[in-house]
C-alpha cells in the first residue's frame, strides 16, 4: 500500500510562489509516473503535470507551462512542483498521484493512488 501526502500549499497573492511536496511511502512503493491534478470547487478533477520515475521526462498542461515546474528526488521519493506567478485561476486542491504503469499521463483514472490533497489559494 502506498501513502502519499502532500504539503506546502496555502494562501497567495497574484504573482507569488508556492511549492508543494508529495511524499511517497510504502514498502511496495513503485511508479512509472507521478502526477499533480487539481480540482476547483464544482469542476472535475484536471491534470497538472506530470514526471516518469525513472526517466524524470515531463509533461504539463497548456495552462500552466512556464509557469509550474515538476521535480522528483529519486532518494527521498518525493515529487514537487514549484508554481511560480500564481494566478486565481490556480485555486483549487492539488492532489498529488501515482500512475504505476506506462501509458497516458494525463488521465486521472490511470492512476492508482492518491493523497488527500492541500489547498491552493490566490487572490487578486
Known amino acids: 500500500q502506498v501513502q502519499l501526502v502532500e504539503s506546502g500549499g496555502g494562501s497567495v497573492q497574484a504573482g507569488d510562489s508556492l511549492r508543494l511536496s508529495c511524499a511517497a511511502s510504502g514498502r511496495s512503493f513503485s511508479a512509472y509516473a507521478m502526477g499533480w491534478f487539481r480540482q476547483a470547487p464544482g469542476k472535475e478533477r484536471k491534470f497538472v503535470a506530470a514526471i516518469t520515475w525513472r526517466g524524470g521526462n515531463t509533461a504539463y498542461d497548456a495552462s500552466v507551462k512556464g509557469r509550474f515546474t515538476i521535480s522528483r528526488d529519486y532518494a527521498r521519493n518525493t515529487v514537487y512542483l514549484q508554481m511560480n506567478s500564481l494566478q486565481p485561476e490556480d485555486t483549487a486542491v492539488y492532489y498529488c498521484?501515482?500512475?504505476?504503469?506506462?501509458?497516458?499521463?494525463?488521465?486521472?483514472?490511470?492512476?492508482?493512488?492518491w493523497g488527500q490533497g492541500t489547498q491552493v489559494t490566490v487572490s487578486s
Open positions: 498521484a501515482v500512475r504505476p504503469f506506462p501509458g497516458d499521463v494525463v488521465r486521472p483514472t490511470n492512476y492508482t493512488s
